[in-house]
């Protein structure tokens, strides 16, 4: 258990849905990431909150949306999205950007059919 | 751009050592880390070490960092088939987003 939460930790959604991925941390932490892991190759960072701020885009298509309300919610919402989009998100959150350690959730397994 | 490389695959016997390399090209990283992915779960932090430091031990994991090369090492004593997963190296930088990753390397454990 790393204090991180992700939810759901499955989902299938059609090409035409809008559906919600939730990261929720309570360890007092203020920088936010959100990765994509793919089969066979690196973790694709995505976004990035700092205090609430978006401090990275890491050049994501617009069917993706992320969305920080406070410090301890992430959410990433997602419309019109391709099967190659399919793939595990991982949320993970850091203390400030001055700190080392970045604990991850467990992740949501994302198919898009 | 910045990039972490890592071999895919590592195989030993249960009981032996097992070495997981990896290397890195931002001069500027900070923070070098090791992460464990088991099947169907998240990335767990095992341990990091600071660019300035050369040497971390902490039980059965040892980190060697060679910051000339931009080289990185984890060692596991003892390795146990517990020990099997997707061994992951990321860099990453003081007062700086990124976290950059490699694309892991899977390790197998045999009797």
């Known amino acids: 258990e790393t204090g991180v939460t992700q939810t759901p930790r499955h989902l299938v959604m059609g090409m035409t849905n809008k559906k919600s991925l939730k990261c929720e941390q309570h360890?007092?932490?203020?920088?936010m990431y959100w990765y994509k892991q793919s089969a066979k190759k690196p973790l694709e960072l995505m976004f990035v909150?700092?205090?609430?701020?978006?401090?990275e885009n890491n050049s994501v298509p617009s069917r993706f949306s992320p969305e920080c309300p406070n410090s301890s919610h992430l959410f990433l919402h997602l419309h019109t999205l391709q099967p190659e989009d399919s793939a595990l998100y991982l949320c993970?959150?850091?203390?400030?950007?001055?700190?080392?350690?970045?604990?991850f959730g467990q992740g949501t397994r994302l198919t898009v059919v | 751009g910045e990039d972490v490389e890592q071999s895919l695959f590592l195989s030993v016997r249960e009981g032996d050592s097992s070495v997981i390399n990896c290397t890195y090209t931002?001069?500027?990283?900070?923070?070098l880390y090791w992460y464990k992915q088991e099947p169907g779960a998240g990335l767990q932090l095992l341990t990091y070490?600071?660019?300035?430091?050369d040497m971390k031990q902490d039980q059965r994991l040892t980190v060697l960092l060679n910051k000339k090369d931009k080289h990185l090492s984890l060692r596991i004593a003892d390795t146990q088939t517990g020990d099997s997963a997707i061994y992951f190296c990321a860099s990453g930088g003081y007062n700086t987003d990124k976290l950059i990753f490699g694309t892991g390397t899977r390790l197998q454990v045999f009797p």
């Open positions: 931002d001069s500027s990283s900070t923070y």
């Open positions: 070490i600071f660019s300035n430091m």
């Open positions: 909150y700092n205090f609430k701020e978006q401090t």
């Open positions: 993970a959150s850091r203390g400030t950007l001055n700190t080392p350690e970045a604990f």
């Open positions: 360890l007092g932490h203020n920088a």
